[in-house]
């Protein structure tokens, strides 16, 4: 009894060990994609061309954005700027408010309570030294209010589909209750990474503020992005950088969203929640940005863009043609092109292609062109997508096949066939009332003739 409860439990150990294993080993059916693996929370790396990620690890998780969110403040601000509510040069005073919601320790840009400072200036302070005092300025040069605007950076999160995200702050600083995700800080970056003031400010390595009125003599600030400068942080500068704003906090860790462009590729990528490695200080062990460029490289190495579907594509199913001239069939053709970026050891003759077909056959006259169907093609249960199928040729319909098929069709009707069994009947009646009626009329008419012949024989003539 023992030994069979000890095989049984061996049994089980090693069917479970056998489903771990299997779903351990869930492959994309890329060793490129399958060998990756970020040394952080969470991260993604996206084309901003054409929106398809390359790379993601809990790019979905709530996750603290820090100085990130100050992205979303300038962007708004550029927005307003674009509807002529600001000008870039337009000078603006620091209120009150100008410290809402930042505890100590805070990164700035000096400015102070009553610092009359343009807007551009403003851009500068908060993208590259990642001033927070800056952001709140902004705020209320937008909205009137610093809770104002951060209402309006919620709605316009909204807009961009960042679905797990939401602000508290316009600068960063740690809240229980300001939070996004790797996904939703690619949706703000590409779209601040439009506007050609942001592009400018994100790439720049150092600027001089100018005096004002609480300043008399010229700020030079520096970016925290290692990426672009060595200012702060040095042994991690990447030449195809192009941005974009780096966060940290204790409670996210070290962030970085950045852009890069080499040859005609552009990419973005996020790194949420990264730790120093262990044991280092000052420059060295900083995560965020040695994985970043190890995902750029990795990025921009192995993937191309393959042209997965079009119009050469064969094998494509043959449909059947009715009452044509010349031909009972015709061949179909994709109607378009569907490429993708996809890792080099993926080829297209490795996808799965679908075909839906309108109907098993299609009567004549048929349009070279004429949609007939849907091709989709897959890989690995990902659907990249799909495109019409079509006539490849011209079909003429044959007027006599096409006039006999009318006239079949026209007496296959149920109320012709009706009609035709009612005449059928009406026929017969006609004609079985004619032979039975018919004869009785003739059987009269003898017997008549026969009984005035006795009549007119038994009479007497006179004399």
């Not at 990130?68 to 509807?83: F, G, N, P, R, Y």
């Not at 000052?282 to 393959?306: V, Y």
Request: glycine share 8%; with cysteine.
């Amino acid at each position: 009894m023992k030994k069979s409860r000890l095989l049984s439990l061996f049994l089980s150990l090693v069917l479970m060990t056998g489903l771990l294993t299997t779903f351990a080993s869930a492959s994309s059916g890329s060793a490129i994609l399958d060998e990756m693996d970020v040394n952080a929370k969470a991260a993604v790396l996206v084309d901003p061309n054409t929106n398809e990620i390359l790379y993601e690890k809990n790019a979905h998780e709530k996750m603290y954005p820090a100085s990130i969110t100050k992205v979303m403040t300038c962007l708004l601000t550029l927005e307003a700027v674009d509807e002529g509510k600001l000008t870039l040069d337009q000078v603006v005073t620091a209120s009150s408010s100008i410290h809402t919601g930042i505890g100590e320790g805070a990164s700035t840009a000096d400015i102070k309570e009553g610092e009359e400072i343009r807007v551009i200036d403003l851009l500068y302070a908060a993208l590259i030294p990642s001033a927070n005092e800056a952001c709140n300025v902004m705020a209320e040069a937008v909205a009137g209010d610093v809770a104002s605007f951060v209402d309006l950076m919620n709605q316009r999160a909204a807009e961009l589909g960042m679905t797990n995200t939401h602000f508290a702050n316009t600068h960063g600083y740690h809240d229980d209750n300001h939070y996004t995700s790797a996904y939703d800080v690619f949706l703000m970056c590409q779209e601040a990474m439009k506007h050609e003031t942001f592009r400018t400010i994100v790439t720049t390595k150092s600027y001089d503020m100018p005096a004002t009125n609480i300043h008399p003599e010229v700020r030079t600030v520096h970016s925290t992005n290692a990426l672009i400068s060595n200012w702060n942080v040095t042994g991690y500068l990447y030449s195809y950088a192009t941005g974009i704003k780096t966060g940290h906090t204790n409670e996210s860790g070290y962030c970085l969203a950045a852009a890069a462009t080499k040859e005609d590729r552009s990419l973005i990528s996020v790194v949420m929640g990264c730790e120093r490695e262990p044991g280092t200080s000052g420059s060295k062990g900083r995560t965020d940005f040695s994985e970043t460029i190890r995902l750029f490289e990795w990025g921009f190495n192995n993937f191309s863009t393959q042209t997965i579907l079009d119009a050469t594509k064969r094998d494509i199913p043959e449909i059947e043609v009715t009452l044509g001239k010349g031909t009972n069939y015709v061949t179909l053709e994709p109607q378009g092109e569907i490429s993708a970026l996809l890792p080099n050891d993926i080829s297209t003759e490795d996808f799965k292609y679908d075909y839906t077909l309108n109907a098993n056959s299609v009567e004549a006259p048929v349009e070279k062109g004429q949609v007939l169907g849907t091709i989709t093609a897959s890989f690995n249960g990902k659907e990249y997508g799909s495109l019409p199928l079509v006539a490849s040729i011209g079909v003429e319909v044959d007027t006599l096949m096409y006039n006999l098929d009318r006239i079949q069709k026209f007496f296959s009707q149920l109320w012709v066939k009706i009609l035709l069994v009612i005449l059928l009947v009406v026929i017969l009646f006609f004609i079985v009332r004619r032979l039975i009626f018919g004869g009785r009329r003739g059987s009269r008419r003898g017997g008549y003739s026969y009984s005035g012949g006795s009549r007119y024989s038994g009479r007497r003539r006179r004399r």
